[in-house]
C-alpha cells in the first residue's frame, strides 16, 4: 500500500515538473520570437525537439514510479 501511494506521488510530480519544463520552453520560444522574429523556424524547431525531450525523461520517470511496487 504505501508503494503505491509513493508511486502515484512520483507519477504525480514528474507530469507536474514535465508541464512546468515545457511551459517555460513555450514561454521563452514566444520571447525569443517575439525578439527575433527571422528565426521563428528555427526556434519553433528547437522548441519541439526540447518539449520531446523533456516529455521523454517525464515518461520515464512514470514508467519507474509505476513499477516500485
Do not use: C, D, H
Not at 522574429?37 to 514510479?65: C, D, R
Amino acid at each position: 500500500m504505501p508503494a503505491s501511494i509513493g508511486a502515484g506521488i512520483g507519477a504525480g510530480l514528474a507530469a507536474i515538473g514535465a508541464g512546468i519544463g515545457i511551459g517555460k520552453i513555450g514561454g521563452s520560444s514566444l520571447e525569443a520570437s517575439a525578439r527575433q522574429p527571422e528565426l521563428y523556424g528555427k526556434l519553433f524547431t528547437l522548441m519541439i525537439v526540447a518539449a520531446a525531450l523533456v516529455e521523454g525523461v517525464a515518461f520515464f520517470a512514470v514508467v519507474v514510479a509505476m513499477q516500485s511496487k
